[in-house]
Protein backbone atom coordinates (compact mmCIF):
# COMPACT_ATOMS: atom_id res chain seq x y z
CA UNK A 1 0.00 0.00 0.00
CA UNK A 2 1.17 3.56 -1.28
CA UNK A 3 1.24 6.03 1.73
CA UNK A 4 0.85 9.83 1.21
CA UNK A 5 3.86 12.01 1.40
CA UNK A 6 3.44 14.38 4.31
CA UNK A 7 5.33 17.69 5.29
CA UNK A 8 6.64 16.07 8.28
CA UNK A 9 8.20 12.72 6.37
CA UNK A 10 9.89 15.25 3.75
CA UNK A 11 11.46 16.80 6.02
CA UNK A 12 12.84 14.27 7.86
CA UNK A 13 14.15 12.77 4.20
CA UNK A 14 15.58 16.16 3.28
CA UNK A 15 17.69 16.47 6.22
CA UNK A 16 18.69 13.03 6.11
CA UNK A 17 20.24 13.53 2.46
CA UNK A 18 21.72 17.28 4.00
CA UNK A 19 23.50 15.48 7.17
CA UNK A 20 25.08 12.51 4.11
CA UNK A 21 26.24 15.55 2.06
CA UNK A 22 27.70 16.90 4.95
CA UNK A 23 29.72 13.98 6.05
CA UNK A 24 30.57 13.72 1.89
CA UNK A 25 32.08 16.94 2.14
CA UNK A 26 34.02 16.95 5.64
CA UNK A 27 36.15 13.54 4.01
CA UNK A 28 36.53 15.81 0.82
CA UNK A 29 37.68 19.01 2.23
CA UNK A 30 39.51 17.79 5.12
CA UNK A 31 40.63 14.66 3.91
CA UNK A 32 43.87 14.57 6.00
CA UNK A 33 42.71 14.88 9.29
CA UNK A 34 43.86 12.74 11.93
CA UNK A 35 41.00 9.97 13.27
CA UNK A 36 39.27 9.60 14.46
CA UNK A 37 37.20 11.47 12.29
CA UNK A 38 33.91 12.60 14.69
CA UNK A 39 33.17 15.71 11.46
CA UNK A 40 32.12 12.37 9.19
CA UNK A 41 30.80 10.06 11.60
CA UNK A 42 28.18 12.53 13.96
CA UNK A 43 26.75 13.82 10.53
CA UNK A 44 26.34 10.38 9.31
CA UNK A 45 24.95 9.09 12.48
CA UNK A 46 22.55 12.02 12.35
CA UNK A 47 21.68 11.07 8.36
CA UNK A 48 21.10 7.24 9.76
CA UNK A 49 18.39 8.20 12.71
CA UNK A 50 16.99 11.29 10.67
CA UNK A 51 16.47 7.78 7.69
CA UNK A 52 14.84 6.17 10.39
CA UNK A 53 12.62 8.74 11.51
CA UNK A 54 11.73 9.07 7.77
CA UNK A 55 10.95 5.49 7.31
CA UNK A 56 8.33 5.42 10.48
CA UNK A 57 7.31 8.36 9.35
CA UNK A 58 6.16 7.72 6.10
CA UNK A 59 4.53 4.15 7.70
CA UNK A 60 2.50 6.44 9.90
CA UNK A 61 1.15 8.58 6.84
CA UNK A 62 -2.21 8.36 5.32
CA UNK A 63 -2.79 5.81 2.80
CA UNK A 64 -3.07 7.02 -0.83
CA UNK A 65 -6.83 6.76 -1.18
CA UNK A 66 -9.40 7.65 -4.43
CA UNK A 67 -10.44 11.83 -4.78
CA UNK A 68 -13.92 12.73 -4.53
CA UNK A 69 -15.52 13.71 -8.03
CA UNK A 70 -16.84 17.08 -9.04
CA UNK A 71 -19.50 17.95 -11.02
CA UNK A 72 -18.95 18.53 -14.65
CA UNK A 73 -17.71 21.68 -15.65
CA UNK A 74 -18.10 23.51 -19.09
CA UNK A 75 -14.63 25.15 -19.10
CA UNK A 76 -11.08 23.37 -20.15
CA UNK A 77 -8.36 24.92 -17.88
CA UNK A 78 -5.64 27.05 -20.31
CA UNK A 79 -3.08 26.70 -17.43
CA UNK A 80 -1.63 22.74 -17.48
CA UNK A 81 0.99 22.22 -14.94
CA UNK A 82 3.43 20.60 -15.25
CA UNK A 83 4.95 17.66 -13.77
CA UNK A 84 6.99 18.84 -10.42
CA UNK A 85 10.65 18.15 -10.11
CA UNK A 86 11.52 14.93 -7.39
CA UNK A 87 13.26 17.18 -5.00
CA UNK A 88 14.44 13.91 -2.66
CA UNK A 89 15.40 12.17 -5.82
CA UNK A 90 17.53 14.60 -7.38
CA UNK A 91 19.35 15.15 -3.99
CA UNK A 92 19.48 10.86 -3.35
CA UNK A 93 21.03 10.76 -6.90
CA UNK A 94 23.73 13.33 -6.20
CA UNK A 95 24.39 12.18 -2.80
CA UNK A 96 24.87 8.36 -4.15
CA UNK A 97 26.89 9.54 -6.68
CA UNK A 98 29.46 11.33 -4.99
CA UNK A 99 29.70 8.69 -2.00
CA UNK A 100 32.06 5.89 -3.34
CA UNK A 101 34.65 9.15 -3.89
CA UNK A 102 33.94 10.31 -0.12
CA UNK A 103 34.68 7.36 0.81
CA UNK A 104 37.46 6.52 -1.28
CA UNK A 105 38.88 10.06 0.17
CA UNK A 106 38.46 9.58 3.84
CA UNK A 107 40.18 6.06 3.61
CA UNK A 108 42.84 7.16 1.77
CA UNK A 109 43.58 10.39 4.07
CA UNK A 110 47.56 11.59 3.24
CA UNK A 111 47.71 8.49 1.64
CA UNK A 112 50.66 7.89 -0.83
CA UNK A 113 49.83 4.55 -2.31
CA UNK A 114 49.25 4.27 -6.02
CA UNK A 115 46.32 1.93 -5.89
CA UNK A 116 44.73 4.45 -3.51
CA UNK A 117 45.13 7.19 -5.68
CA UNK A 118 44.10 5.37 -8.89
CA UNK A 119 40.80 4.30 -7.00
CA UNK A 120 40.27 7.96 -5.83
CA UNK A 121 41.23 8.89 -9.42
CA UNK A 122 38.56 6.93 -11.08
CA UNK A 123 35.44 7.51 -8.06
CA UNK A 124 35.99 11.27 -8.82
CA UNK A 125 35.70 10.81 -12.58
CA UNK A 126 32.62 8.63 -11.63
CA UNK A 127 30.98 11.32 -9.61
CA UNK A 128 31.62 14.19 -12.00
CA UNK A 129 30.68 12.26 -15.28
CA UNK A 130 26.97 10.90 -13.35
CA UNK A 131 26.78 14.32 -12.27
CA UNK A 132 26.65 15.86 -15.07
CA UNK A 133 24.14 12.77 -16.26
CA UNK A 134 21.88 13.64 -13.37
CA UNK A 135 21.70 17.41 -14.75
CA UNK A 136 18.91 15.84 -16.85
CA UNK A 137 16.63 15.46 -13.53
CA UNK A 138 17.15 19.31 -13.40
CA UNK A 139 15.24 19.95 -16.89
CA UNK A 140 11.39 20.05 -17.67
CA UNK A 141 9.77 16.19 -16.97
CA UNK A 142 7.20 16.94 -19.85
CA UNK A 143 8.07 15.88 -23.43
CA UNK A 144 8.52 17.97 -26.57
CA UNK A 145 4.85 16.78 -27.30
CA UNK A 146 3.41 17.30 -23.93
CA UNK A 147 5.07 21.01 -23.94
CA UNK A 148 3.15 21.76 -27.44
CA UNK A 149 0.08 20.66 -26.03
CA UNK A 150 0.32 22.75 -22.97
CA UNK A 151 1.34 26.35 -24.54
CA UNK A 152 -1.53 25.57 -27.49
CA UNK A 153 -4.03 25.17 -24.06
CA UNK A 154 -2.29 28.53 -23.20
CA UNK A 155 -2.74 30.10 -26.79
CA UNK A 156 -6.76 29.43 -26.54
CA UNK A 157 -7.55 26.23 -28.23
CA UNK A 158 -7.08 22.08 -28.04
CA UNK A 159 -8.54 19.30 -29.40
CA UNK A 160 -11.28 17.98 -26.79
CA UNK A 161 -13.77 14.89 -26.01
CA UNK A 162 -15.55 14.29 -22.35
CA UNK A 163 -14.02 10.94 -21.20
CA UNK A 164 -14.36 8.93 -17.61
CA UNK A 165 -11.28 7.66 -16.68
CA UNK A 166 -11.96 3.70 -16.50
CA UNK A 167 -9.43 0.51 -16.05
CA UNK A 168 -5.60 0.73 -15.44
CA UNK A 169 -3.62 -1.81 -17.60
CA UNK A 170 -0.56 -3.36 -17.62
CA UNK A 171 -0.38 -4.75 -21.05
CA UNK A 172 2.37 -7.78 -21.65
CA UNK A 173 3.68 -7.60 -24.70
CA UNK A 174 5.15 -11.00 -26.52
CA UNK A 175 7.09 -10.64 -29.96
CA UNK A 176 9.71 -12.31 -31.73
CA UNK A 177 13.20 -10.90 -31.40
CA UNK A 178 14.19 -11.71 -35.01
CA UNK A 179 17.60 -12.80 -34.07
CA UNK A 180 16.66 -16.52 -33.51
CA UNK A 181 14.00 -19.35 -33.29
CA UNK A 182 12.43 -19.54 -30.12
CA UNK A 183 13.52 -16.23 -29.22
CA UNK A 184 11.16 -13.72 -27.81
CA UNK A 185 10.93 -11.02 -25.40
CA UNK A 186 7.76 -10.02 -23.47
CA UNK A 187 7.61 -6.09 -22.71
CA UNK A 188 5.16 -4.07 -20.22
CA UNK A 189 3.82 -0.80 -21.34
CA UNK A 190 1.03 1.15 -18.97
CA UNK A 191 -1.96 2.71 -19.96
CA UNK A 192 -5.64 3.52 -18.80
CA UNK A 193 -8.62 3.34 -20.78
CA UNK A 194 -10.62 6.50 -21.14
CA UNK A 195 -14.44 5.80 -21.67
CA UNK A 196 -16.24 8.38 -23.91
CA UNK A 197 -19.25 9.95 -22.59
CA UNK A 198 -22.60 12.16 -23.95
CA UNK A 199 -23.67 11.85 -27.11
CA UNK A 200 -20.99 9.63 -29.17
CA UNK A 201 -21.70 6.24 -30.94
CA UNK A 202 -17.93 6.08 -30.38
CA UNK A 203 -17.91 3.44 -27.12
CA UNK A 204 -14.53 2.27 -27.76
CA UNK A 205 -11.92 3.15 -25.14
CA UNK A 206 -9.16 5.96 -25.53
CA UNK A 207 -6.04 4.45 -24.28
CA UNK A 208 -3.97 7.38 -22.64
CA UNK A 209 -0.35 5.65 -22.22
CA UNK A 210 2.58 6.53 -20.06
CA UNK A 211 4.89 9.01 -21.97
CA UNK A 212 8.45 8.77 -22.47
CA UNK A 213 9.65 11.78 -21.60
CA UNK A 214 11.49 12.48 -18.35
CA UNK A 215 13.51 8.90 -18.33
CA UNK A 216 16.80 9.84 -15.85
CA UNK A 217 18.29 7.12 -14.28
CA UNK A 218 16.19 4.42 -16.16
CA UNK A 219 13.61 5.80 -13.87
CA UNK A 220 10.25 6.55 -16.24
CA UNK A 221 8.24 9.50 -15.14
CA UNK A 222 5.28 9.17 -17.63
CA UNK A 223 4.73 5.86 -16.05
CA UNK A 224 4.95 6.81 -12.05
CA UNK A 225 2.86 9.76 -13.27
CA UNK A 226 0.26 7.40 -14.65
CA UNK A 227 0.61 5.25 -11.33
CA UNK A 228 -0.29 8.09 -9.17
CA UNK A 229 -3.25 8.65 -11.38
CA UNK A 230 -4.81 5.65 -11.35
CA UNK A 231 -4.40 4.99 -7.62
CA UNK A 232 -6.50 8.62 -7.06
CA UNK A 233 -8.75 9.20 -10.08
CA UNK A 234 -11.00 5.87 -10.78
CA UNK A 235 -14.42 6.98 -11.90
CA UNK A 236 -13.49 10.56 -12.12
CA UNK A 237 -14.90 12.69 -15.21
CA UNK A 238 -13.67 15.32 -17.38
CA UNK A 239 -11.65 16.41 -20.78
CA UNK A 240 -9.76 14.59 -23.00
CA UNK A 241 -7.11 17.41 -24.94
CA UNK A 242 -5.10 16.55 -27.84
CA UNK A 243 -2.58 19.72 -29.23
CA UNK A 244 -4.39 21.62 -32.03
CA UNK A 245 -1.16 21.02 -34.02
CA UNK A 246 -1.15 17.55 -34.13
CA UNK A 247 -0.88 17.06 -37.35
CA UNK A 248 3.25 18.30 -36.30
CA UNK A 249 3.55 15.63 -33.69
CA UNK A 250 2.18 12.50 -35.72
CA UNK A 251 4.19 13.69 -38.90
CA UNK A 252 7.35 13.70 -37.39
CA UNK A 253 6.96 10.68 -34.45
CA UNK A 254 8.35 7.39 -35.31
CA UNK A 255 5.30 5.55 -33.76
CA UNK A 256 3.03 8.35 -35.28
CA UNK A 257 1.71 8.77 -31.39
CA UNK A 258 0.38 11.73 -30.52
CA UNK A 259 0.56 13.94 -26.95
CA UNK A 260 -2.54 13.77 -24.88
CA UNK A 261 -3.72 14.91 -21.62
CA UNK A 262 -6.59 14.03 -19.03
CA UNK A 263 -7.94 17.14 -17.18
CA UNK A 264 -10.44 16.13 -14.33
CA UNK A 265 -13.36 18.12 -13.41
CA UNK A 266 -11.71 17.95 -10.00
CA UNK A 267 -8.89 20.60 -11.51
CA UNK A 268 -5.92 17.90 -12.17
CA UNK A 269 -4.09 17.22 -15.08
CA UNK A 270 -3.18 13.99 -15.90
CA UNK A 271 0.12 13.60 -19.31
CA UNK A 272 0.72 11.25 -21.26
CA UNK A 273 0.32 10.09 -24.98
CA UNK A 274 -2.11 8.50 -27.83
CA UNK A 275 -1.08 5.56 -30.07
CA UNK A 276 -2.63 6.12 -33.93
CA UNK A 277 -5.38 3.69 -33.62
CA UNK A 278 -6.59 5.60 -30.25
CA UNK A 279 -6.52 9.59 -31.45
CA UNK A 280 -6.89 8.63 -35.33
CA UNK A 281 -10.63 8.58 -35.56
CA UNK A 282 -10.96 11.63 -33.30
CA UNK A 283 -8.52 13.87 -35.13
CA UNK A 284 -9.13 13.47 -38.77
CA UNK A 285 -13.15 14.29 -38.59
CA UNK A 286 -14.93 16.34 -36.07
CA UNK A 287 -15.20 14.23 -33.41
CA UNK A 288 -13.03 16.06 -31.48
CA UNK A 289 -13.86 19.56 -32.24
CA UNK A 290 -11.63 22.48 -31.21
CA UNK A 291 -12.60 23.79 -28.07
CA UNK A 292 -11.64 27.12 -26.12
CA UNK A 293 -9.95 27.51 -23.42
CA UNK A 294 -9.85 29.15 -20.47
CA UNK A 295 -7.10 31.12 -19.39
CA UNK A 296 -8.06 32.42 -16.07
CA UNK A 297 -8.77 28.32 -15.15
CA UNK A 298 -5.69 26.25 -13.86
CA UNK A 299 -5.11 22.14 -13.56
CA UNK A 300 -2.04 20.54 -12.08
CA UNK A 301 -0.67 17.36 -11.62
CA UNK A 302 -1.51 15.13 -8.46
CA UNK A 303 0.41 15.21 -5.31
CA UNK A 304 3.01 12.78 -5.25
CA UNK A 305 2.86 9.91 -2.84
CA UNK A 306 5.61 8.73 -0.62
CA UNK A 307 8.47 6.37 -2.72
CA UNK A 308 8.83 4.14 0.12
CA UNK A 309 7.69 0.80 -0.42
CA UNK A 310 8.68 -1.93 2.18
CA UNK A 311 8.30 -4.92 -0.36
CA UNK A 312 10.59 -3.15 -2.47
CA UNK A 313 12.85 -1.12 -1.14
CA UNK A 314 13.92 -2.57 2.42
CA UNK A 315 16.36 -5.23 0.52
CA UNK A 316 18.16 -1.72 -0.32
CA UNK A 317 17.80 0.20 2.44
CA UNK A 318 19.55 -2.44 4.23
CA UNK A 319 22.49 -2.55 1.70
CA UNK A 320 23.03 1.46 2.29
CA UNK A 321 23.63 0.71 5.82
CA UNK A 322 25.87 -2.14 5.89
CA UNK A 323 28.08 0.59 3.59
CA UNK A 324 27.74 3.27 6.04
CA UNK A 325 28.70 0.39 8.84
CA UNK A 326 31.47 -0.74 6.68
CA UNK A 327 32.96 2.50 6.64
CA UNK A 328 33.25 2.77 10.62
CA UNK A 329 36.39 1.43 11.24
CA UNK A 330 38.59 3.16 9.18
CA UNK A 331 36.47 6.34 10.32
CA UNK A 332 37.88 5.28 13.84
CA UNK A 333 41.37 4.40 13.08
CA UNK A 334 40.65 1.23 14.40
CA UNK A 335 42.31 -0.61 11.07
CA UNK A 336 45.68 -0.59 9.11
CA UNK A 337 46.02 1.83 6.28
CA UNK A 338 45.82 -1.04 3.53
CA UNK A 339 42.53 -2.50 5.21
CA UNK A 340 40.97 0.71 5.16
CA UNK A 341 41.38 1.52 1.82
CA UNK A 342 40.32 -2.26 1.54
CA UNK A 343 37.01 -1.08 3.19
CA UNK A 344 36.28 2.17 1.93
CA UNK A 345 36.59 0.61 -1.57
CA UNK A 346 33.47 -1.69 -0.02
CA UNK A 347 31.84 0.82 1.41
CA UNK A 348 31.64 2.72 -1.99
CA UNK A 349 30.62 -0.53 -3.93
CA UNK A 350 28.09 -1.46 -1.85
CA UNK A 351 26.57 1.97 -2.02
CA UNK A 352 26.53 1.70 -5.98
CA UNK A 353 24.78 -1.18 -5.45
CA UNK A 354 22.35 0.25 -3.36
CA UNK A 355 21.93 2.98 -6.19
CA UNK A 356 21.39 0.39 -9.10
CA UNK A 357 18.89 -1.82 -6.97
CA UNK A 358 16.95 1.60 -6.69
CA UNK A 359 17.47 2.32 -10.76
CA UNK A 360 16.47 -1.29 -11.45
CA UNK A 361 13.58 -1.49 -9.50
CA UNK A 362 12.24 1.54 -11.25
CA UNK A 363 11.62 0.00 -14.33
CA UNK A 364 10.18 -3.03 -12.74
CA UNK A 365 6.10 -3.59 -12.20
CA UNK A 366 6.41 -4.36 -8.36
CA UNK A 367 7.40 -0.38 -8.06
CA UNK A 368 4.45 0.72 -10.06
CA UNK A 369 1.75 -0.33 -7.54
CA UNK A 370 0.97 -3.58 -9.28
CA UNK A 371 -2.74 -3.95 -7.42
CA UNK A 372 -3.67 -0.83 -9.40
CA UNK A 373 -3.63 -2.62 -12.62
CA UNK A 374 -5.40 -5.44 -14.50
CA UNK A 375 -2.98 -7.43 -16.60
CA UNK A 376 -3.79 -8.16 -20.44
CA UNK A 377 -1.63 -10.12 -22.56
CA UNK A 378 -1.14 -9.66 -25.97
CA UNK A 379 1.12 -11.10 -28.75
CA UNK A 380 2.80 -10.37 -31.81
CA UNK A 381 0.15 -11.90 -34.95
CA UNK A 382 3.07 -13.96 -35.85
CA UNK A 383 2.96 -16.41 -32.70
CA UNK A 384 -1.25 -16.20 -32.36
Not at 142 to 162: F, I, N, Y
Not at 335 to 361: D, H, M, Q, T
Request: with cysteine; aromatic share 8%.
Amino acid sequence: MRHRSTRFATTLGGAALVCSAVAWGAAVVRYDADAPRLDILVPLALAALLAGGWLLAVRAAPPVEPLPVAPARDGIPGKLGTIRRDWGYIGAAYVTAWAPFAAARAAYGEGGSLVGSAYCGLTLLFGVVVSLYAIGLLTDQLGAGQRMLKEDAASGGVHAVRVRFGTAVREEYRRPTGTGVGSIITTSSYYVDLLPEGDTDRQQAIRLQSMYAGDNFRIPTGEKHLSYAAAQLSGHSGWLCWPTRWKDIAGTDKQRSVSAAFVTDTGRVVWGQTAEQDWEPWLRGAAAPVCRTDSAVAAEPLARPSRFRPKVHTRTLLIAAIAALTAVPYLLGAVPYKLGLALGAAAGILALVAAARLSVLGVQKQNLDPELWTVRNESHPSLR
